[in-house]
């Protein structure tokens, strides 16, 4: 029988949930358009693991629930297939929310051999099934690398460069992608522990830095009551950082505040600046735990 008492916790339970998914996107979709502003290549997609089966391709509809039972895990325990749920520089939708079953093209082969891998002309490789040909035709690409996410064992998606010209992928390159994947993992990692067992608190109230009691008012580094920006922020500063903690771009960030992108750009350095992160993954990492999603 559940307790009252239990119910603020279980509240906690959902909320850190929900925060660890929305940074969980937020790290994903920043990674598939730093793969192509910060790597020199045309498209960047990232896939995540699908655990719920067979479903209408583009996903259920809102607020549907899946019938379908759990795909099967492939050997070694890792997921049966993934969906690639983001994407930068893409001119169709073919590759939209596509569902790539583990072992099939270049980034099922990655999810299945939890290994990078590469063709410098996929249309022409040998090496790998050719089930999404479709899709990458659309695209119009040929050069691609995929780089699965991984950390402790557990594959948190896969991460694909992809060029509108047959080249090789040289190391530089290869670097470059293999690096971004590795914060991205990192930071995935510490998503997921955010969602794991809380420490109970009488109530549910954000904690001070310092670990000791609550006091009056809010913490240092957490939004005040009443909509207050946290120490040391503008409120537009705060406006502009709890947006670009959830995945929008410069430019949906503009249109939803009636602000030109330059601005947005210029309020976003300086409120990074002051909460001493780099860039949008660490922003991600540290939303959380000052207040930035609450």
């Known amino acids: 029988m559940t307790r009252a008492a239990d119910t603020p916790a279980r509240a906690a339970d959902g909320l850190d949930a929900r925060a660890a998914e929305l940074v969980r996107s937020a790290v994903l979709a920043d990674l598939a358009r730093r793969v192509v502003a910060d790597c020199g290549v045309d498209v960047g997609l990232v896939g995540v693991p699908d655990r719920s089966g067979p479903r209408p391709r583009g996903g259920a509809a809102p607020g549907a629930v899946a019938a379908a039972p759990p795909a099967a895990p492939v050997p070694g325990g890792g997921p049966a297939g993934m969906v690639l749920r983001h994407w930068s520089g893409t001119r169709a939708g ?4 596509l569902v790539v079953p583990s072992g099939t093209g270049l980034g099922g082969r990655a999810l ?13 490789a040998t090496t790998i099934s050719h089930e999404h040909d479709a899709a990458v035709d659309a695209e119009d690409l040929y050069a691609m690398l995929t780089v699965p996410l991984l950390h402790d064992g557990a594959v948190h998606g896969v991460v ?12 530089v390159r290869i670097g470059a992608v293999a690096e971004l994947a590795a914060a991205a993992t990192r930071a995935l990692a510490g998503a997921a522990a955010w969602a794991g067992p809380p420490v109970r608190h009488p109530a549910p109230r954000p904690r001070p830095r310092s670990g000791g009691p609550a006091p009056h008012g809010p913490p240092a580094g957490h939004p005040a009551v009443g909509g207050r920006p946290p120490a040391g922020l503008t409120r537009r500063e705060h406006e502009v950082l709890r947006w670009a903690a959830t995945g929008r771009t410069n430019p949906e960030i503009a249109a939803e505040l009636g602000l030109t992108c330059n601005t947005v750009t210029g309020y976003l350095k300086s409120a990074m600046h002051k909460l001493g992160v780099r860039n949008r993954v660490e922003l991600a990492l540290t939303a959380r735990e000052s207040g930035l999603l609450g």
Request: aromatic share 14%; proline share 10%.
């Open 112 to 124: 299945a051999e939890r290994a990078p891998t590469w063709v410098p002309d996929y249309r022409a």
């Open 94 to 97: 073919l590759l939209h929310d």
């Open 160 to 171: 694909y460069a992809a060029l509108r010209a047959v080249v090789p992928f040289g190391d």
